[in-house]
């Protein structure tokens, strides 16, 4: 009974570890933190050489106790969900607390189940609305009026509600950006068909540029270049594939819209979707922290960190911004932005007790390369080389925005002698799970639930 004992508390190790992990994936975290906490947490519970295997869909933990007995396998798929950050911020309480030997298995077991089986804490509307308004920051960043900020702010709140009903129809991402493509395009030949008619002066590339952005894939293309760096080669192209698919989709949707242009009456010479001009310095500053707290708002982040995230915002564009010209010199801008964006937010999470993750993400969404991938992927569909060029520049400004921010953390990390135990392994520093000097490890027999 004793070896049907001693498995029964293995798979109860192991399904809290993939539950974990399977939450912190689907959260937006790289393949380097997931698996550094999942075999955190199997090691402090007394597990000390599980097998873990980490890709894009899929999540694998063995566990073998003696040479002569067959592992203990399990398996679990990640299913894609909307980004839950009070989610992650309550796992990461919860493994926390496991590490402190605060809670046993079986009350962690629970306490993810609840965290799995319980709604957002807002209410739908809200991340809608939310939606919104990051569109309108973003128009705000580049320079857009009155009237494309509004604009910018219906088109997210629709492509919002229109994605939210594709999904819960299980279209292809696909399908859902170039529906999303089509609507933003669409909603922006109608205002500028209503701003010539009232005599107002509009620029439709513009407006194209602002609706679209909420479709971009700048994040998941940062996901990718994150789990190349540390080493997650597998995962870093899965993602590096969605995001090149998602952003055709979307290319798809714009074309088809720009196509209702000629029977509208708009011309469509020299309309450029996807074309980058900062406003003046203090737009730019209004506008990035109006985008980025908005963004933390619709991933359902607690509200105590949207301070952290505003401050963690402003000092990273000024960053940004005092570089002699970011247009002309965006990799090392975004390099100089994302070291003090690395060095703040590492400081203040802890504070407002949130995983750095929730405070990094946010503060880097207004900069990062959605609109130059988007410009790139369209050059190249119509057979211009210089698309090549523009996703080169995107993946440029990518590396230094992942790099900064890691750079950013071993700098604003203090030393600790006993803080390094997984680095040998695993490399990088923990943007969330389980943190330096967490990594005390007991003996199996004394393991809860043992």
Not at 3 to 23: C, H, P, Y
Not at 73 to 89: E, G, K, M, S, W
Not at 355 to 368: E, G, K, Q
Request: aromatic share 6%; hydrophobic share 55%.
């Amino acid at each position: 009974m004793a070896g049907v004992s001693d498995a029964r508390e293995t798979f109860k190790i192991l399904d809290l570890a993939l539950r974990v992990g399977e939450i912190l994936l689907s959260s937006g975290a790289g393949a380097a933190d997931v698996t550094a906490t999942m075999l955190g947490l199997t090691r402090h519970l007394g597990l000390p050489n599980a097998d873990i295997d980490v890709t894009f869909t899929l999540l694998r933990m063995s566990y073998q106790a003696d040479p002569e007995e067959p592992p203990v396998l399990l398996t679990r798929n990640v299913a894609q969900r909307d980004i839950d950050y009070d989610d992650l911020t309550r796992v990461q309480g919860l493994v926390n607390d496991v590490m402190r030997d605060r809670v046993d298995v079986s009350e962690a077991r629970r306490r993810v189940a609840w965290i799995n089986s319980t709604d957002h804490y807002l209410p739908a509307w809200s991340s809608v609305v939310g939606s919104g308004v990051v569109g309108a920051g973003i128009a705000l960043l580049l320079d857009g009026d009155a009237l494309v900020t509004s604009v910018a702010f219906l088109a997210g709140v629709a492509i919002t509600v229109l994605m939210r009903t594709l999904n819960r129809q299980q279209w292809p991402m696909f399908y859902q950006q170039a529906a999303g493509g089509f609507l933003a395009t669409a909603l922006a030949l109608a205002a500028a068909v209503v701003a010539e008619r009232a005599g107002l002066g509009v620029d439709v590339s513009l407006v194209v540029t602002a609706n679209i952005v909420m479709l971009l894939s700048g994040i998941g293309f940062m996901g990718a270049i994150q789990d190349a760096l540390s080493g997650f080669y597998l995962t870093a192209g899965a993602r590096i594939i969605e995001a090149m698919l998602a952003t055709a989709g979307l290319i798809a949707g714009v074309s088809a819209g720009l196509a209702l242009a000629p029977g509208l009456g708009i011309s469509t010479v020299g309309l450029r979707p996807g074309s980058i001009e900062l406003a003046a310095p203090p737009l730019v500053l209004v506008g990035a922290v109006v985008a980025a707290c908005a963004f933390a708002f619709t991933s359902y982040a607690p509200l105590r960190a949207l301070p952290a995230i505003a401050m963690s915002t402003v000092a990273g564009h000024l960053g940004y911004l005092a570089v002699l010209d970011p247009r002309d010199a965006r990799p090392w801008a975004a390099a100089v932005a994302a070291v003090i964006i690395g060095l703040l937010s590492y400081a203040v999470a802890g504070r407002v007790r949130v995983p750095p993750l929730v405070v990094v993400v946010p503060a880097l969404v207004p900069m990062l390369p959605g609109l130059t991938i988007f410009r790139g992927l369209s050059y190249m569909s119509d057979g211009d080389t210089l698309g090549i060029l523009q996703l080169s520049a995107a993946a440029a400004t990518t590396i230094a925005l992942a790099a900064g921010v890691i750079l950013g953390e071993y700098v604003a990390q203090p030393v600790r002698r006993n803080a390094r135990r997984l680095e040998d392994r695993l490399a990088g520093p923990r943007m969330v799970g389980v943190m330096h000097g967490h990594l005390a490890r007991r003996t199996r027999g004394t393991s809860a639930g043992a």
